[in-house]
């Protein structure tokens, strides 16, 4: 797969064209599939792909797909990329949800934890006032324990340090 993806990119396929039936891009499409390679969507990525759309037709964005990925077990590998590609952690769909709220929704603590280590913002209302936080009050305590392990390392463990 990731050699035809190659070729496709090499022959100046259009990397955000949409799917008819289902409005996907091919970076929708990537992180959709059942086969999916973090190698297709960098070079998706690195070839112009719109790191931003949010599919009308299911209200998705690369950034939910890839958050909703995150579990224990798998990193955050997808989501790190598309920040690296100046992703919109906090853009927000039609509703005025952000992934953080998407998550919050469904209680994923992985994909909340790494979406605020990257610098998501809890505070966001939706079009109906509700926050991640209201959504999900015990986000609050991943708040904290992210906020506390982001300021233990940045400060110095000694003056020598400094």
């Keep these: 797969m990731i050699k035809m993806v190659k070729i496709l990119i090499e022959k100046n396929v259009r990397v955000n ?9 091919p970076l929708i499409a990537a992180l959709l599939s059942p086969y999916y390679e973090y190698e297709i969507l960098e070079m998706l990525l690195n070839a112009g792909a719109a790191v931003d759309y949010v599919n009308k037709r299911t209200d998705d964005s690369a950034l939910l797909l890839a958050a909703q990925r995150i579990t224990a077990d798998s990193g955050a590998d997808a989501l790190k990329l598309l920040l690296r590609h100046d992703a919109n952690i906090n853009m927000t769909d039609r509703k005025g949800q952000t992934a953080l709220h998407k ?14 280590e990257h610098g998501a ?18 986000l609050n305590q991943t708040i904290l324990s992210t906020t506390q392990s982001s300021l233990q390392s940045s400060v110095p463990l000694s003056m020598d340090e400094t």
């Design 17 to 25: 064209a949409k799917d008819h039936r289902t409005e996907a891009t």
């Design 103 to 116: 998550m919050a929704e469904k209680k994923y603590i992985f994909a909340a934890r790494a979406l605020l």
């Design 121 to 138: 913002r809890a505070d966001i209302p939706n079009k109906q006032g509700k926050t991640a936080l209201t959504i999900w009050p015990e």
